[in-house]
């Protein structure tokens, strides 16, 4: 664009001439350095802007993901910070990373990703686990699902997802963990069977790598919880009896 | 664009002095181009891609429109402030470079200091990139006029272009669910919680009115109702004219 010579023979135009002296405009020599400047100065803007937001879009992803930690969780589930106590664990599957949450230091669940094939792409879930093996709740946290058909498993768009919270592997049982449509337990949407499906199959999918690799993740002995069931009754995280419950497992 | 000052509203034109009339009907007429005579949708049909794709509701119409007409406004005032310097044989090449850019420093910066907005209008920010109105306006008006006026063809162009996908995905929304901006509040607020209605309750839905075929089906019957509007605007006006001529 500091093209000197040219531009200015150009720039004298009158504005409303709709095609401006295009001579010294055609020259040979002008047009890849003209179109070169323009690329340069226009990835020099990007290097720039990405430069300057790359540290605030990382501060707001690591945001989202503990937002989305927390949501999975009953309100006061867990008394630490989860982005700084996760585990990453190996197994026969992918690489997996694990974030525990921990009441009175001891760990209480499980908090991981998992990935659904969704119809028009992945889905990426977030599932938490108590130590039982139980869900204790599932968001979707990324997704390109069909906006107005898939998009129902968004938990502000519908209640859907929250029906995971309390099931496990024996509840229902495993035949028993696809959609209605398929002879399972979980309703799928009108017009939106295969985005329903993904997310159930992929959460079925975690409960059952939280079954082959329990100790691992739990990083103890992994003993059962204590049979104390009422404890991880999730439902609405304001639930009284939750807290309560919760709270009482302090002395061990 | 000669023909404009007919659709422009006659009211007020006289009362100002002359050369802020002249300057002010101009604009009034670029305005009337975009948001009716020269429709980015319904006549020039250019971006039905993102129209008929994000068109499943009223609020995601809105939330891409406005998107649009931002990078529209910012895309039209660069390409027209550097006119005299693009050399004709390389001007797509060069407003594509600009364009590509642009969208992805909207889409940098609204993901760093405006994360929420991001998360509601990231779709729509993707999908701007393939919209060939911007380049179609690069092309026709803003490569072309000086900055001002280029501002002003794009704030028509992307209000006509807001104002086609609000239409479209409300009569999409109300026919295939029953409602009408829902969850308007997710994309401005929750100041718009009063706009998300429900038209139809206990609606069953309509549901290929929300697939594809019904953007289709939508988008032909819409045009064809515009064309009628034209047709009898203009017969009114050559009555007028007629009746006009007869007093005289």
Known sequence: MTDHCTPSAAGVQPLADPKPNTRPLAALWYQPVSLGLVALAASGALAFAYDAAAPAIAAAEARDVAASLAQVLPADFADNDLLAD????????EPLKVYRARHGGRVVGVIYQVTGKGYAGPIQIVMGVDRDGRVLGVRVTRHTETPGLGDKIEAHRGPWVHRFAGKSLGDPTPARWAVKKDGGDFDQFAGATITPRAVVGAVKGGLERFAAQRAEMLGDDGAPARADSSRSAPGSPTDGAVIIATRTEKPE | MNDTTTAAPPTAASATAASATAAASRWRGLMADGLWNQNIVFTQMLALCPTLAV???????????????????????????????????????????????????VDMSLNAWLHDLHKVLGLFIALIVVNCAILGRAEAFASRKPVLASAVDALGMGGGFTLALVVLGGV?????????????????????????????????????????PGGFLALGFMMALRRVAETRLARQRAAAALSGAVGA
């Not at chain 2, 499943?56 to 529209?72: D, E, I, P, R």
């Not at chain 2, 929304?173 to 829902?182: D, I, M, Q, R």
């Not at chain 2, 401005?188 to 009063?194: K, S």
Request: net charge positive.
């Open chain 1, 86 to 93: 996760s585990v990453t664990i190996g197994g026969d599957g």
């Open chain 2, 172 to 212: 999409r929304e109300v026919l295939g669910s029953g409602t009408l901006f829902a969850s308007a509040s997710l994309l401005l607020g929750d100041g718009f919680r009063f706009l998300e209605l429900t038209v139809i309750p206990q609606y069953k839905g309509f549901l290929m009115m929300i697939l594809p």
């Open chain 2, 55 to 105: 068109t499943s509701s009223a609020t995601n119409g809105l939330g891409m429109g406005l998107a649009t007409t931002s990078v529209l406004v910012v895309s039209n005032m660069l390409v027209a402030s550097i006119r005299n310097w693009v050399s004709p044989s390389v001007r797509i090449p060069t407003f594509i470079v600009l364009i590509a850019a642009l969208v992805t420093l």
